[in-house]
């Protein structure tokens, strides 16, 4: 048989006797090709999704089999390691509050238009009334704050976060300087960590700011004030 094209010619007997023609490899292989491709051979095929599947499931097995030739331990130490990270990232959670929390953190305590101590104060109520917790919680938080500065303790400042203004207020009310910095604290968790406030937690929070208001300040820490 010939050679066509540098490729080997194979006989191909035509119906009904006819004298065979020859057919190229190539033009063959196509032809193959096209019918192959026809949906009726393709039925059973698993779809884009369960192929994506299994090849993820491949590459997560050929992973851990790798991991586990390193680890201590084989297997065994593997599955220590997994539970070791797992239980540091819950606690990191635990501590830090979603992801996102450290940026978001420092922003201001007030994002409405000014309003008066008192005015936070009866929001405050309205919420903790509807167990509404966690708005409770910082509407008192704000009160606080506001109320500070309406006995210019504090100087009214944009952009001033609940740590900040526990800092600042701690150094003309030095006997509260812990719970300011826990009410501060608690404030951010529910504000910024996902948390969500309990009735406990408004409790305090709105004694802190009673007992406040009858304490005397030390005005000494207050720029340019008087001892009492």
């Known amino acids: 048989m010939t050679a066509m094209g540098g490729t080997t010619a194979r ?3 035509r119906a009904g006797g006819d004298p065979p023609v020859d057919i190229s490899r190539i033009p063959a292989r196509e032809a193959a090709d ?5 949906p009726m051979y393709h039925e059973n095929d698993p779809n884009l999704v ?31 390691v997994a539970v070791i990270v797992v239980a540091l990232c819950a606690a990191l959670w ?7 929390r450290i940026s978001a953190a420092q922003d201001a305590l007030f994002h409405d238009g000014p309003r008066s101590a008192a005015e936070h104060r009866t929001a ?30 504090l100087d009214p400042r944009p952009g001033r976060t609940a740590d900040e203004a ?11 300087a812990d719970r300011l910095r826990t009410a501060a604290r608690e404030f951010d968790d529910v504000t910024y960590g996902g948390r969500t406030a309990d009735e406990p937690t408004y409790l305090r929070l709105r004694d802190l700011d009673t007992d406040i208001e009858g304490t005397t300040p030390h005005l000494s820490a207050v720029a340019g004030g008087t001892a009492e």
């Not at 586990?68 to 331990?73: K, L, N, Q, R, Y």
């Not at 526990?166 to 509260?176: C, D, M, V």
């Open 34 to 38: 096209r019918e192959l491709s026809k």
């Open 124 to 153: 405050a109520e309205a919420h903790a009334a509807a167990h509404r917790w966690t708005e409770a919680v910082q509407e008192r938080m704000r009160a606080l704050v506001r109320s500070l500065e309406e006995r210019a303790l």
């Open 166 to 176: 526990a800092s600042e207020a701690a150094r003309a009310l030095p006997g509260h």
């Open 11 to 13: 006989p191909l007997l």
């Open 94 to 100: 635990w501590r830090l509050g979603t992801p996102g």
């Open 50 to 80: 369960e192929r994506a599947l299994d090849h993820i499931g491949e590459w997560i097995g050929k992973l851990f089999h790798a991991a586990s030739d390193v680890a201590p331990g084989g297997p065994l130490g593997l599955v220590v």
